[in-house]
């Protein structure tokens, strides 16, 4: 795999309310001159989630999508699924094809470890993979995360649960 250049930085930026709306609605996004790559930005069911999470409360940084963006090109995004809960707290992420390979999946997880850690409210921090998406399990198990049971979702895919446990 090859890795990050070193001058390259990634910031994780919260994608607001309005371009949320336009998400859900399958609507070109405003991001304000930054570029998009293909395949970047989440798919309207994503957004439509989060919407629903922040109408009933929930704090748009655990649960709206964050914009992982590298000299002003939106590369992927990266979430917490719900806001934590008993010190729990699922993340989800996925990058641009044309991305993958650099690190930048690694990078994000590790942008959202040091969120769940600086909240003071994770414990736990919990990432479910297909289990044949190894390029996936291989970004958490370099963070530290440990493979725990298969489980089966609501869509009825089988997927490994991993997970990492916050020292406090």
């Not at 390259?8 to 949320?20: G, S």
């Not at 409360?57 to 590298?70: D, E, H, N, Q, Y």
């Not at 044949?132 to 009825?156: C, I, T, Y």
């Amino acid at each position: 795999m090859s890795q990050v250049a070193e001058s390259e930085m990634f910031e994780l930026i919260l994608i607001d309310l309005p371009n949320l709306r336009r998400l859900e609605a399958s609507e070109p996004v405003d991001l304000g001159g930054m570029q998009t790559v293909d395949g970047a930005l989440p798919p309207a069911r994503v957004a439509t989630h989060a919407l629903a999470q922040i109408d009933v409360g929930t704090p748009a940084r655990w649960c709206a999508p964050f914009l992982i963006v590298s000299r002003n090109a939106v590369l992927g995004t990266c979430r917490f699924r719900a806001a934590p809960a008993d010190g729990r707290v699922e993340i989800g992420y996925g990058v641009a094809g044309s991305q993958r390979g650099r690190g930048v999946a690694t990078e994000a997880v590790r942008q959202l470890l040091e969120i769940a850690t600086s909240s003071g409210l994770v414990k736990e921090v919990v990432a479910r993979i297909v289990p044949e998406n190894a390029a996936s399990s291989k970004v958490v198990s370099r963070l530290g995360f440990s493979k725990g049971d298969l489980l089966v979702d609501h869509d009825g895919q089988t997927l490994a649960q991993w997970s990492l446990r916050i020292a406090t």
